[in-house]
T-cell receptor, first 112, second 115 residues
């Protein structure tokens, strides 16, 4: 069936370190992937997205890597800051579908 | 742009009462989505609209839930009668068909507590 899941429920890092959040997906037809950040009491906020015809995309301090062979997606945050503390969700949208299917989320805790 | 606007931010009601959640999408967006978030089930799609027409309502839990979009700038999600298990955060999101970009913009959500 279609599902998007995260391996690690909580990730704790030191301020200034790089963070890597992982996500596995099972729908081989998925062609669009996206990462959201959700802070307490707020709605999910867009971070970065990537299409299946790419394997890497960079933004400001963030990089998304896509490995279609093993159906794996990762979000890398460089020089993690306290403001990065939040829950991070990956989501996918298979071909022909407009709605996003979300993973279960990973909580990132940044220690000062 | 003010973003997606949801109201109320918090709703506390008693079991059996009717609850109506409201959403104003971003102007110009032609897709509107209702999601529900709980600790147990995460973010679940309930229903989505395209040009005010419901496209997929397979995520709506049961007949107690209904959603409408009378015009491009307003949608409601109604629960009647409400039950304690409906307690969750309900998010509305919108998106625009621009070059196949499916990026959703979320509102701040409505925290619903059914006692």
């Amino acid at each position: 069936g279609e599902s998007v899941g995260l391996h690690l429920p909580t990730l704790s890092v030191q301020e200034g370190d790089n963070s890597i959040i992982n996500c596995a997906y099972s729908n081989s037809a998925s062609d669009y992937f996206i990462w959201y950040k959700q802070e307490s009491g707020k709605g999910p906020q867009f971070i970065i997205d990537i299409r299946s015809n790419m394997d890497k995309r960079q933004g400001q301090r963030v990089t998304v890597l896509l490995n279609k062979t093993v159906k794996h997606l990762s979000l890398q945050i460089a020089a993690t800051q306290p403001g990065d503390s939040a829950v991070y969700f990956c989501a996918e949208n298979g071909t022909g579908r407009r709605a996003l299917t979300f993973g279960s989320g990973t909580r990132l805790q940044v220690q000062p | 742009d003010a973003g997606v606007i949801q109201s109320p931010r918090h709703e506390v009601t008693e079991m059996g009462q009717e609850v109506t959640l409201r959403c104003k999408p971003i102007s110009g967006h032609d897709y509107l989505f209702w999601y529900r978030q709980t600790m147990m089930r995460g973010l679940e799609l309930l229903i989505y609209f395209n040009n005010n027409v419901p496209i997929d309502d397979s995520g709506m839990p049961e007949d107690r839930f209904s959603a409408k979009m009378p015009n491009a700038s307003f949608s409601t999600l109604k629960i009647q009668p409400s039950e304690p298990r409906d307690s969750a955060v309900y998010f509305c999101a919108s998106s625009a068909r621009t070059g196949g970009n499916e990026k959703l913009f979320f509102g701040s959500g409505t925290q619903l507590s059914v006692l």
